[in-house]
């Protein structure tokens, strides 16, 4: 599989969102570069961001989901979970030593496109209306949405300074 581009369509026109999701596909470019690579350290720490900056970017948009009362949020969260389960045990698989790489980046470009094209799209509409009729969504909004998104992962992970170098 190639380096994945950007295309029309997959834009949300939820402007954060959409921030977001090009920055998981430049994270799966990074590992599209390096998954040859004989250096496990650079691939272990790309592997590490682009997972975990993924999961920063599924909380993020549970928590909107969330706000917007969104009547599907519960089974947009168990998609999110599935596909955190998997990825999961693929780094795993690599951190013991398995060559994984490839097989990773195969998943995750798969994986995104599709995910955006038919589940994230159906959340647009419930998001954007909740926007519009109460104001919310403003730059204040996001970045106050984006700290208690980063409180509630670093107690889940235990892991001080979690993503606040991802969504900094
Ligand atoms: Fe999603
Ligand atoms: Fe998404």
Redesign the pocket.
């Known amino acids: 599989m190639a380096v994945l581009q950007w295309v029309e369509d997959l834009n949300t026109g939820i402007e954060e969102i959409d921030i977001q999701h090009r920055r998981i596909v430049d994270y799966i470019n990074r590992l599209h570069e390096l998954r040859e690579s004989p250096d496990r350290a650079a691939l272990s720490e790309v592997i590490a961001e682009t997972v975990d900056y993924t999961i920063s970017h599924?909380a993020y948009?549970e928590r909107m989901l969330e706000d917007s009362g969104y009547a599907f949020t519960d089974l947009?969260k168990r998609v999110?979970e599935l596909f955190t389960r998997r990825v999961g045990e693929m780094q795993t698989r690599f951190e013991a030593g398995e060559d994984v790489a490839q097989e990773l980046h195969t998943m995750l470009s798969r994986w995104l496109f599709s995910?955006i094209r038919n589940?994230?799209h159906c959340y647009v509409d419930a998001v954007k209306t909740y926007q519009r009729m109460t104001g919310k969504g403003s730059k204040q909004d996001i970045e106050h949405t984006k700290q208690q998104v980063m409180h509630k992962l670093e107690k889940k992970y235990k892991r001080k300074g979690f993503f606040a170098r991802l969504f900094g």
């Open positions: 599924f948009e947009h999110h995910h589940e994230d």
